[in-house]
């Protein structure tokens, strides 16, 4: 199924709408050249340069792990010790602003990683969170890979309950594909060479008397 495109660079504010909109009618929006190429390079190159990536799992918590039948990337969480992770966070937090104030979904926070796909690497068909008894409402992937090329694989399959086929998404730099993180399955497929993008969550806060989040 052909994808909607945004003709023109704009600063990634201008298509906040878009993506509020996408939300909103439809549960699930694309849209290419998100990011300037300077901001996506300097996303890719500190993705390219992590020594220490570690291997990605399933689950939250005490449930967590690794499950290599299911999904074997590896990842790395952004912090505060790079300017790129402080733009992308910030950014974030501004989406998640407008997003309340658009659709209020009451995002309490945003989490994100970096994940690297070797050649051949894959994460199986699955939701971000099960209906009504998840914390990640909304979810965010962002590529980073240059040049990517048709036949290379490494596409993120969204499949809305309509579209058996599914909607690919190739993982081209800058590029930002954004879905209810409760409402759609997908995948990824594997890629015939290295494949870096960062996956995020706008989270609520499930806090109670009885249970802290998030689970340490």
Wanted: glycine content about 10%.
């Amino acid at each position: 199924m052909a994808l909607e495109s945004f003709s023109g660079f704009l600063p990634p504010e201008n298509h906040f709408h878009t993506i509020t909109e996408g939300l909103y009618e439809k549960g699930w929006v694309v849209v290419p050249d998100f990011l300037d190429q300077s901001r996506w390079l300097s996303l890719f190159m500190r993705a390219r340069a992590i020594a220490d990536y570690t291997p990605a799992g399933i689950g939250r918590g005490g449930a967590f792990q690794e499950n290599s039948f299911v999904r074997n990337d590896s990842i790395c969480w952004l912090g505060d010790s790079y300017d790129c992770d402080v733009y992308w966070l910030d950014l974030m937090e501004q989406l998640r602003k407008v997003i309340n104030s658009k659709l209020f979904l009451g995002l309490f926070e945003f989490e994100s990683h970096f994940a690297r796909y070797n050649p051949g690497s894959f994460y199986k068909r699955h939701l971000d969170a099960f209906k009504g008894q998840g914390i990640r409402i909304v979810s965010v992937v962002l590529y980073l890979n240059p040049q990517w090329q048709q036949g290379e694989g490494g596409e993120l399959v969204i499949y809305p309950e309509d579209n058996l086929q599914g909607i690919a998404v190739a993982p081209c730099g800058g590029t930002l594909a954004v879905f209810l993180s409760e409402d759609f399955p997908h995948e990824v497929l594997p890629a015939t060479r290295t494949r870096f993008s960062i996956a995020g969550w706008f989270r609520v806060n499930m806090t109670t008397g009885y249970h802290l989040d998030p689970a340490a």
